[in-house]
């Protein structure tokens, strides 16, 4: 590639407002967008496009293991459309989100979980607790956008600042969405809390008002700053408590401003298959948690997962596509996770649980 025209371009997206040149090396340009969105350029001769659209979307790991496999050197060959090189490979193309690791996964992609594979949102509040929209809101808008059910988890009493549910609202809140679900039937909306996991791992209501519910999401709100034994005990006592379905955003982490307290992912992971407990992808974009990079170990133990848009509104619900793009760099399927299942699947799911605490 020529110097010359490398300043070429570089002073034609100069033109672009909002666009400030940071750095440049051969062959990049480093710019920021809106002064916060880091957006690079790289740039090679047509015949080179498919090396640099492979080399630059697999992470180093990956892209060496590749070319061993495959006996490919990038440095002595010209490919000018990445389809090439896994036709050189002899394999099927592999997804971008796939190549974060060393491992070459070759399998059929049309098997991982995508947008279409969402039967229910799960995981979300109401103008009950913290929420923007009323029940009915959600459960409308819910259907409209073609799911089958809907999850509705408002904050339990202890989450007092957001207006967390008294053992008195809780009764009024079943008898509302008892009401509904005569109206919008065959839709149908789950009774189920975010409840609490309280500084001793008990969860925020007795046995009896726990079993009033048709699934109950445990997540840690409070008390944040712990070690990993102290986080460890509570949430090892949350997932060992019978009336736990779904274990919420398991670290807490919301990324860029507070880090996750340590747990010990692999003891967790266990204890939810030992005790049959799904675990929370909290697909809202701050939040991330579980991990991704935990997904094939949860799998490989045949725990299920379950991605939730924590709505607190009817467009929080959306997140869920946040939440699928982390799932798919897991390779997750369908079959694992608890909101691809339908109606009538679900109801099963949620009843098996139940049958275990009688
Ligand atoms: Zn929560
Ligand atoms: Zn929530």
Redesign the pocket.
């Known amino acids: 590639m020529i110097q010359g025209e490398q300043s070429e371009i570089k002073s034609s997206l100069q033109k672009i407002e909002n666009l400030l040149l940071k750095n440049e090396e051969t062959g990049i340009l480093i710019f920021e967008f809106h002064k916060t969105l880091p957006v690079q350029f790289f740039i090679c001769d047509a015949d080179l496009f498919g090396n640099l659209v492979f080399t630059q979307s697999g992470n180093e790991a990956f892209v060496e293991a590749f070319q061993e496999k495959y006996a490919i050197d990038f440095s002595a060959e010209c490919f000018a459309d990445e389809q090439e090189i896994f036709e050189a490979a002899g394999i099927q193309s592999i997804p971008f989100y796939a190549r974060n690791q060393e491992k070459i996964f070759e399998q059929d992609w049309e098997q991982i979980i995508s947008t279409g594979d969402i039967k229910g949102i799960i995981h979300t509040h109401s103008t009950w607790s913290d929420g923007k929209n009323t029940i009915e809101e959600m459960a409308r808008a819910c259907k409209q956008k073609g799911f089958e059910y809907l999850v509705m988890s408002d904050h339990s009493v202890s989450s007092f600042y957001a207006n967390g549910l008294t053992v008195d609202r809780i009764m009024k809140q079943q008898e509302e969405i008892d009401r509904l679900n005569q109206l919008l039937f065959p839709f149908k909306i789950f009774k189920s809390i975010?409840c609490d996991i309280l500084n001793n791992g008990d969860l925020d209501y007795d046995t009896q008002v726990l079993a009033s519910f048709d699934l109950v999401i445990a997540?840690v709100?409070q008390n944040l700053k712990m070690t990993e034994e102290k986080a460890m005990e509570r949430l090892l006592a949350a997932i060992a408590n019978p009336h736990t379905t779904i274990l919420?955003?398991p670290t807490g982490r919301l990324l860029l401003s507070r880090k996750e307290y340590p747990i010990n992912h692999q003891l967790i992971i266990d204890a939810c298959k030992k005790h049959e407990v799904a675990i929370e992808i909290n697909a809202n974009p701050r939040r991330l948690d579980m991990d991704w990079q935990w997904i094939p170990y949860a799998m490989e133990q045949q725990v299920k997962l379950s991605i939730n848009p924590?709505a607190h509104s009817i467009s929080g619900m959306d997140d869920i596509r946040y939440g699928i793009l982390c799932a798919q760099k897991g390779l997750l399927t369908p079959s694992q996770n608890v909101s691809s299942m339908n109606l009538q699947e679900f109801e099963h799911f949620v009843a098996k649980k139940k049958s275990i605490i009688r």
Do not use: V, Y
């Open positions: 975010e997540s709100h919420g955003h924590d």
